[in-house]
């Protein structure tokens, strides 16, 4: 059943792209009154058929409720909450955080960064008390946990605020303490993909064999037991001594692999490109896709932890 807010909280998300419309759908489902603002009116204008198409795939039957706003000023005006889902480009972050103020002068700004700190894009801000990180994963409308972001200036209660509007809408936020680049989930994710192209560039494996055995084996433990529970699981000990002996032979690059650095140099950016690490023949994206929603709509129920009362553990 769906929590709807008693007073109708009016959130504003900037940017109706990847994210943005998966953010604004998720409140919207919730009952929060959204509006929704992007530079191109295209992308904009695009972004009510997009999120029917998402409900309907989730078997969801009911109106798209979110306003299209022309400008950012009309978008924010008498939001409580506004998030920015902009390109991952300091100076688009900080610029908008100038017009948001300037619009709303009340209002909470939550950050979608993915990987940039907030105490940064929060420089620009009057207001930085006011400020958050809140990392949404893709697709936003089904993926629950949301990292909560604290910036060097954010306040408890602008933390404790975000985290209650999340819960209304479902979600499961975490805090993050410290505000370092790619928070929690993204230092995790880019060290394993670090590795997995490690992996392919020592001529160890093919990069099928990477996936299917990163799919087929411990991925397939993560939704139930993750990293640090499994090593407490199978003993610390044995886990030390495993990586005492491994950890030597394990990547400890500081830039961007080798194998990535190359396919780039020759034009070959991945999926939409018909070339990266693998060869995408027209329809291949869409078919990877549709098996990535189809795989999260039939775990959504085990993808909130059993215990989930949307509150942080202790430290």
Not at 42 to 48: G, I
Not at 126 to 143: D, F, S
Not at 197 to 225: K, N, Q, Y
Not at 256 to 275: C, I, N, Q, T, V
Request: charged share 25%; with cysteine.
């Amino acid at each position: 059943m769906e929590q709807v807010p008693q007073d109708r909280t009016a959130v504003a998300v900037l940017g109706a792209g990847l994210m943005g419309h998966g953010i604004a759908q998720a409140f919207m489902t919730a009952g929060f009154e959204v509006s929704l603002w992007d530079p191109d009116a295209d992308v904009l204008n695009s972004a009510p058929d997009r999120i029917a198409a998402h409900l309907e795939v989730a078997g969801i039957e009911r109106e798209v409720d979110v306003r299209l706003a022309r400008t950012l000023p009309e978008a924010v005006d008498g939001a409580s909450l506004v998030i920015e889902a902009a390109p991952e480009k300091m100076p688009i972050k900080q610029d908008l955080v100038r017009q948001v103020e300037d619009a709303n002068d009340e209002c909470i700004l939550a950050s979608n960064t993915s990987v940039l700190r907030i105490t940064e894009i929060a420089e620009a801000a009057r207001h930085p008390e006011r400020v958050v990180g809140t990392h949404w994963w893709n697709p936003p409308y089904l993926i629950h946990l949301v990292e909560v972001v604290r910036g060097e200036r954010t306040a408890d209660s602008t933390v404790e605020q975000v985290s209650t509007w999340l819960r209304e809408a479902g979600k499961t936020p975490v805090e993050v303490y410290k505000d370092v680049p790619g928070f929690v989930g993204n230092r995790m994710q880019f060290a394993l993909v670090r590795e997995a192209a490690h992996i392919v560039e020592e001529g160890i494996c093919s990069p099928e064999t990477v996936d299917l055995v990163t799919r087929m084996t411990f991925g397939r433990r993560w939704p139930a037991v993750g990293p640090l529970e499994n090593s407490d699981f199978i003993g610390l000990d044995l886990v030390k001594a495993i990586m005492d002996y491994l950890a030597p032979s394990l990547s400890t690059a500081q830039s961007a692999p080798a194998l990535f650095e190359r396919l780039l140099a020759e034009g070959h950016s991945g999926a939409r490109a018909g070339k990266g690490v693998y060869e995408w023949p027209e329809g291949t994206r869409d078919e990877v896709e549709r098996r990535l929603l189809e795989h999260l709509l039939a775990t959504e129920t085990s993808g909130r932890p059993e215990d989930d009362t949307g509150t942080d553990q202790s430290r």
